[in-house]
Nanobody, 124 residues
Framework: QVQLVESGGGLVQAGGSLRLSCAAS????????MGWFRQAPGKEREFVAGIRWSDGSTYYGDSVKGRFTMSRDGANSTGYLQMNALKPEDTAVYYC?????????????????WGQGTQVTVSS
């Protein structure tokens, strides 16, 4: 399996920026996709961004398009989520996930390894 550790969360004012990191270790050879999900209190887990590890193609949830950018550093097996123009509704615990396929990358289906989560709080 792949082990994942998120970092970079914190408190930021509306309109500000944060960059989250997801460091992968273990069987990273089998990591075909990396995704970011978030979950706010009382809400279901929501797809935020995903990347195909092979070619770096990215996918975004409708609520973050144009504001968030996902990237990867293959040499370090690390994925990043650059979050700009943050809004209070972006407040959530953000989870990194790794999948062994790229099928349905914008859903929960491909992902079988998860990080512990990092809190992002956006104040108004």
């Amino acid at each position: 399996q792949v082990q994942l550790v998120e970092s970079g969360g914190g408190l930021v004012q509306a309109g500000g920026s944060l960059r989250l990191s997801c460091a992968a270790s273990g069987r990273t050879f089998n990591m075909y996709a990396m995704g970011w999900f978030r979950q706010a209190p009382g809400k279901e887990r929501e797809f935020v961004a995903g990347i195909r590890w092979s070619d770096g193609s990215t996918y975004y949830g409708d609520s973050v398009k144009g504001r968030f950018t996902m990237s990867r550093d293959g040499a370090n097996s690390t994925g990043y989520l650059q979050m700009n123009a943050l809004k209070p509704e972006d407040t959530a615990v953000y989870y990194c996930a790794a999948g062994r396929t790229t099928y349905a990358i914008t859903t929960l289906l491909p992902y079988d390894s998860w990080g512990q989560g990092t809190q992002v709080t956006v104040s108004s």
